[in-house]
């Protein structure tokens, strides 16, 4: 599936969804020949216990009939956890993870714990990775500049909390610089960007962005515990 979140409609559940045809590795218990989803990509054969990769929702469908084992995410470990967790305190940029990691540890977590290892401290891990992550968020959201810069990095949950606010603030810099430029012709464009970021700081970023609620709307979804 292609890595395109462009709706301003898009749901957390529509986020899921997409996340479900990502690939993964199982160790089948049942003998098969390959099939096809819609006529397109060939999945299998199935034979024990050579391991092969379906769609996240062909492997949880498995897991429930206990017709297969799920091969936790390369990514998906206390020690990588920890390593991302690390980067993610001490750097200032956000940490490189798969672009459905939320979705994807959500939906094995509930569904194949008995497949991953310490699940509990995986919990633990991507509760604290997360928790980071929305920081940066907040953070990034309250020092945004009329030219916004390309953020790397940001997974598929993050730019559904953050389109929103994203399109208002952004809406907002433009037509506060468009009546900036009307008003003072005569000066530069630097001097206009730096009037216009002024002007931002001096209103309550609280009223131009409504990070909490979108995360509050996705908690129930996300939550670990």
Known sequence: MDKIITSDTFTAEDIKFLAEYELITIEPFFRADTFSLSGKIEYGPFTPPIKTNVPIWVALTL???????????????????????????????????????????????????????????????????????????????????PIPHKINNISAREIHIMRPTFVMVFDSLRRIQETTLKKSSGQNLSETTRRTVDIMSSQNIDDLMDIEGEIADYGEFMTYD
Do not use: H
């Open 63 to 145: 897991k429930s009939q206990k017709l297969c084992k799920i091969i936790s995410p390369s990514w998906l470990t206390v020690e990588n956890l920890t390593i991302l967790l690390d980067s993610e305190t001490k750097e200032t940029k956000f940490s490189a993870v798969p672009f459905y990691y939320a979705e994807i540890s959500r939906m094995l977590l509930q569904s194949a714990e008995d497949d991953l290892k310490s699940p509990g401290e995986l919990r633990m891990l991507l509760q604290q990775l997360k928790e980071k992550r929305e920081n940066k968020i907040r953070i990034g959201l309250a020092n945004l500049e």
